[in-house]
């Protein structure tokens, strides 16, 4: 039994020429992080919102731990989904304490043991009393969370809960959500349209565009072996160039000449193809066969961005973008070499 | 409820599927799916609805009535009418809503932009106290002013003694029963309209306007003139609007001082049972109020303005040097005929008044009724703005803001409008509620339902949806939500209209008068006829007492602008 699953959803709003998703189907295990990945109007929210019984799909059903909540036939309505969820504005009540929002709706005998439990899971003991505009973002998500897991729901949803906090705190919630949710063993999906919080939070990651699913995989997998050119530009910084296949199941040819994988590629030879190569593929040393120039460097910090102007095979100007070590002193107008390291080359089909 | 949805869902999607074995026809199924679209795919609950569409209809009512009346009247009468009263009424009601309403925008944009912009000595008092005539009803004004300047009042008695003035100027030349004498009252009591509105805006007006013109090479004046004045051009615009409106239905200052325009006509006619002409004269005036409303859309629509947010810096405040002398004379004439006159009158026979024995148990008993009938509205008010306000914000479609905009109808609708509309709605087909108490509410409700609705939706539109949707979430159905999220968080805004309710009924005059039963006197009628009655002993201690009622929620409407 699959902790959700959707068939063939589909929603069209009003007035609108294109389906906000179209045909989705996904299925999440019990216990497991997934993430929503995508543009804004990629479709994730509604489809969030359509779990959550918010929107009411066109089209398909939706299934969560084995109950039907939305099929031709079938209607059930938020309140009775057995749904928790946190909003990207956490929606805590104004008028109710951290106790009382945690609780609300909560009528079991139990009821306070389970608010003081829940409470305690995600570090909040000692602020019961206090109202939302008393706390912190950090603290106000904390809340927000404890709120939606309060009543043991069968599903938990989150939509962009990181986009109001600052990065600091960002990156420590991330970490403190993915303990909260691992510890209360509730299935999660989260929509996102942060790669960074999808990579750090998630089991696997749902890319969508146009309301259609891109790919869906492990994070590493969506990272290093994109399925198109839409999910190897979203995630990640990358350079992508055409090319064909060449003879052999290993290579393809591009303007930069012919490039040789590791792995056979899978595909049938001259097939019209994109190539991502990652800017950590690209080494600038002394031996490499690339001969360009700096055009462009930007510290970040931890490296430094570099922009290689290459003159490619058929004459055309080529920008690749590449990582230099921050102790490294290169110069704007510098002549460089890159080398192609092949071990994060993906190739993709160029109709996918 | 729910197995309502569960028949939607069913019905939309054998729909999708291109309708077939299913046993519904095909019209059926067109509607149901138009029925989701008007809603946007969410339709609200039945009972929130049947609330909502109720609320629209009692507010349609009298003016679908009064419409249906005047023109079933008779082309004949109708004849009569333009060519006899109509064209005279027409200029006393224009021609004293235009002169009012320049009045008091000028006194209004000057006031403010004194009290806001300049170093005048005690600028809070002034910025406080400018507002009170607001507390003041113009028919309250009214008696004060033919108290003091009347026919057999004081200034008439000083100058009838002083043989130089009465050499020079003649006998006694003013006459306030007279189109001045109106035109003076109403600006004197509407200007803070246009006050108000206009200090708001010019507090938040942007420096960076001003300087910018200054570093253009511009001086004070022509500051003033061409930035400040058209910067401020949409909030003259909407309290010229709201003083013409006010100017067009009041009916007590006008029938106080005899001045004869539409809403003093209709009342009259009625009064002579003659209903059918009442209706006619009623629909011309609705009519206007239309043609007024229309300026006012179309003006707006033409002049966006926009202040650009963001580098928002205290205002500059500007020195009068040697115009301090004179702002402060006008500051203080302008107070002097708004605020001192008219309160010192009325507690100078006030004060004889109770010496006299005037707070005896009739006029607690006026005071009980004006009390019970104000309260019952007001929680009716904040009862029925709920569902409205509620559909609007949650429910967006046409039908919820149909009902919306009935509900902002009675804020242009004339008293005397929506008591004739009720007079003949109750005598044809409830007369067991005729000229009762009841009827009196109702007739109330339709016109200071708006003031609830507005405080309402503002409280409401500050509560984000993923509210209601965090609460549907952790299990409440939407009916639970309304109750334990939304109308504990809306409750300020709740009560804030109620408040302004309440004190709009205590003040209200045409309305009672046409509609209530025999004997069922509230304070506002017994001013009306004390005063009438030139018995100002009696009249004083009510008027007071309006007053005084009427400042509370004031504080409120200074604390919002």
Known sequence: ???????????????????????????????????????????KSTTLRMIAGFKKADKGSITLAGNIMSSSNTWIPPERRGVGMVFQDYALFPHLNVFNNVGFGYKDRDRKE????????????????????????????????????????????????????????????????????KESG????????????????????????????????????????????????????????????????????????????????????????????????????????????????????QSIDAVVEVIADDNTKLHLLTHIHPQEHKKVGEPVRLEIIPHFISVMPSCA | MCKKRKNTT????????????????????????????????????????????????????????????SLSAGAERWIRLLDTRIPQLLWNTLSLAAAVTICAVVIGISLAWIVIRTDIP???????????????????????????????????????????????????????????????????????????IASAALRKMNNNFEEAAR???MNTSQIFWRVTLSLLRPAIGAGAILVSLYVMSDFGAVAMLRYVTFTAAIYFQRAGFDTASAAILSLVLILLTIIILWIESVSRRKNKYFQTAGTHRELEILPLGKWKVPALLYVSIIFLFSVLLPISVLAYWSNIG??????????????????????????????????????????????????????????????????????????????????????????????FLP???????????????????????????????????????????????????????????PVTLMLRPPGFDTLAVRVYFEAHEAVYHLAAPAALLIIIASIIPLRYMLSKY
């Not at chain 1, 259609?212 to 072996?225: D, F, L, S, V, W």
């Not at chain 2, 349609?60 to 419409?67: A, G, L, M, R």
Request: proline letters at 6%.
């Open chain 1, 1 to 43: 039994m699959h902790a959700i699953e959707l068939k063939t959803i589909t929603k069209k709003y009003p007035g609108a020429e294109k389906a906000a998703v179209s045909n989705l189907c996904l299925t999440v295990e019990k216990g497991e992080i997934v993430t929503l990945l995508g543009p804004s109007g990629c479709g």
């Open chain 2, 354 to 447: 109770i010496r006299m024995g005037a707070l005896d148990s009739r006029f607690f008993g006026f005071a009980l009724n004006s009390l019970k009938i104000s309260t019952l509205t007001s929680l009716l008010c904040m009862l029925f703005a709920l569902p409205v306000v509620y559909l609007k914000n949650r429910y967006p479609s046409i039908i919820s803001s149909a009902i919306d905009r009935l509900a902002y109808a009675g804020y242009a609708l004339p008293g005397v409008i929506a008591a004739l509309g009720f007079i003949f709605i109750f005598n044809n087909h409830l007369p067991a509620l005729y000229r009762t108490f009841y009827m009196i509410v109702l007739a109330f409700i339709v016109r």
């Open chain 1, 114 to 181: 389970r608010i003081a439990e829940i409470i305690e899971l995600v570090n909040l003991k000692g602020y019961e009393k206090r109202y939302p505009h008393q706390l912190s973002g950090g603290q106000q998500q904390r809340v927000a969370l404890a709120r939606a897991l309060a009543r043991k729901p069968v599903v938990i949803l989150l939509d962009e809960p990181f986009s109001s906090l600052d990065a600091d705190l960002r990156n420590h919630m991330r970490l403190e959500v993915k303990r909260i949710i």
């Open chain 2, 10 to 69: 069913k019905l939309n999607n054998a729909y999708f599927r291109g309708v077939g074995k299913q046993a519904f026809p095909t019209t059926l199924l067109s509607f149901q799916k138009k029925w989701l679209d008007t809603w946007r795919g969410n339709p609200p609950g039945p009972i929130l609805l049947i609330f909502g569409l109720i609320t629209g209809i009692i507010m349609s009512i009298p003016i679908v009535y009064v419409i249906w009346r």
């Open chain 2, 215 to 217: 570093s253009l090479g």
């Open chain 2, 451 to 509: 003031q609830a609705v507005q405080t309402s939706e503002a409280s409401i539109s500050l509560i984000s949806p993923r509210i209601d949707e965090a609460a549907r979430s952790l299990g409440c159905p939407p009916w639970k939500v309304l109750l334990k999220v939304i109308i504990p968080n809306m409750l300020p805004g709740i009560l804030a209209g109620g408040a302004l309710v309440f004190v709009s009924s205590i003040k209200e005059l």
């Open chain 2, 122 to 196: 005690g600028k809070k008092f002034w910025q406080w106290i400018l507002a009170l005539p607001l507390a003041i009803p113009p028919y309250v004004g009214a008696v004060t002013y033919i108290i003091v300047f009347g026919r057999s009042g004081w200034t008439r008695d000083l100058w009838l003694n002083s043989p130089w003035l009465t050499s020079t100027f003649g006998i006694y030349p003013i006459n306030v029963y007279s189109f001045w004498g109106v035109f003076l009252i109403l600006s004197m009591f509407t200007y803070p309209y246009v006050y108000l």
């Open chain 1, 186 to 301: 509730a299935t999660a999906i989260f929509v996102s349209h942060d790669q960074k919080d999808a990579l750090a939070i998630s089991d696997s990651i749902v890319v969508m565009n146009h309301g259609i699913i891109q790919q869906k995989g492990t994070p590493q997998e969506i990272y290093q072996y994109p399925r198109n050119k839409f999910v190897a530009t979203f995630v990640g910084q990358t350079n992508i160039l055409k090319g064909k296949t060449g003879e052999d199941k290993y290579s393809v040819i591009t303007a930069l000449g012919a490039i040789r994988r590791t792995q056979p590629h899978g595909l049938k030879p001259g097939e019209e193809v994109y190539v991502s190569i990652r800017p950590d593929s690209l080494e600038v040393n002394h031996e490499g066969q690339i001969k360009g120039y700096i055009k462009e460097l930007t510290y970040t910090g």
